[in-house]
């Protein structure tokens, strides 16, 4: 609860919020850039609200999950709007939050703090299982847009998309995230201590 609440008061600073509707934006900019294989998408919009866990925590990232959906929908509207989808959206940004935020190691000179590299590299992996691989799934299959596929054949397809493109997921998530935490203590001057 204390992660959440520190969290939380992330909402009274200014420049996290700003910072995190740049980053809301960006992942709007690269959610644009989806590569539709028709069994599955490949995006790499992960990374913003990953940032935004990073920095600011679970209940920011949550919220910035959930925006991020409804704003993709008003951008693009492909049908209908599915409610679902904004709760699996939170709790993707939920997942990098409890697990990135205040989490950092002290910094020693060394370009890259080896714990946080770890802890993005195990937030992705959840991501993947949790988010892409079960609740996508169980929604796609709930709002009916797996009907001429079986259960066993949409899972095969999301296994195999998912497992191709989760080494590319880990090298770009601990390299982006890495330079976006280095660049925000570097233009804001401050370091977060471990929680």
């Given at each position: 609860?204390?992660?959440?609440?520190?969290?939380?008061?992330?909402?009274?600073?200014?420049?996290?919020?700003?910072?995190?509707?740049?980053?809301?934006?960006?992942?709007?900019?690269?959610e644009s850039f989806?590569?539709?294989?028709?069994?599955?998408?490949?995006?790499?919009?992960?990374?913003?609200?990953?940032?935004?866990?990073?920095?600011?925590?679970?209940?920011?990232?949550?919220?910035?999950?959930?925006?991020?959906?409804?704003?993709?929908?008003?951008?693009?509207?492909?049908?209908?709007?599915?409610?679902?989808?904004?709760?699996?959206?939170?709790?993707?940004?939920?997942?990098?939050?409890?697990?990135?935020?205040?989490?950092?190691?002290?910094?020693t000179g060394k370009?890259?703090?080896?714990?946080?590299?770890?802890?993005?590299?195990?937030?992705?992996?959840?991501?993947?299982?949790?988010?892409?691989?079960?609740?996508?799934?169980?929604?796609?299959?709930?709002?009916?847009?797996?009907?001429?596929?079986?259960?066993?054949?949409?899972?095969?397809?999301?296994?195999?998309?998912?497992?191709?493109?989760?080494?590319?997921?880990?090298?770009?998530?601990?390299?982006?995230?890495?330079?976006?935490?280095?660049?925000?203590?570097?233009?804001?001057?401050?370091?977060?201590?471990?929680?």
């Amino acid at each position: 609860m204390k992660m959440f609440q520190e969290s939380f008061k992330e909402f009274k600073d200014l420049r996290a919020v700003v910072v995190t509707g740049l980053l809301i934006a960006l992942s709007m900019v690269i959610e644009s850039f989806t590569i539709n294989l028709g069994f599955a998408k490949i995006n790499f919009a992960f990374l913003a609200i990953a940032a935004i866990g990073m920095l600011y925590g679970p209940s920011v990232s949550l919220f910035a999950g959930a925006v991020c959906d409804v704003l993709g929908y008003l951008v693009a509207p492909d049908g209908a709007f599915f409610p679902l989808y904004t709760l699996i959206g939170a709790a993707q940004g939920l997942i990098y939050g409890l697990i990135a935020y205040r989490k950092l190691s002290k910094r020693t000179g060394k370009e890259y703090d080896f714990e946080m590299m770890i802890r993005l590299i195990i937030a992705r992996v959840i991501d993947v299982v949790v988010i892409n691989l079960v609740c996508n799934t169980a929604a796609n299959f709930h709002y009916g847009f797996l009907r001429d596929k079986t259960l066993s054949a949409a899972i095969i397809a999301r296994v195999t998309k998912n497992l191709l493109e989760l080494p590319v997921d880990i090298i770009l998530i601990v390299g982006v995230l890495m330079a976006v935490l280095k660049a925000y203590t570097m233009v804001f001057g401050r370091r977060r201590t471990a929680a």
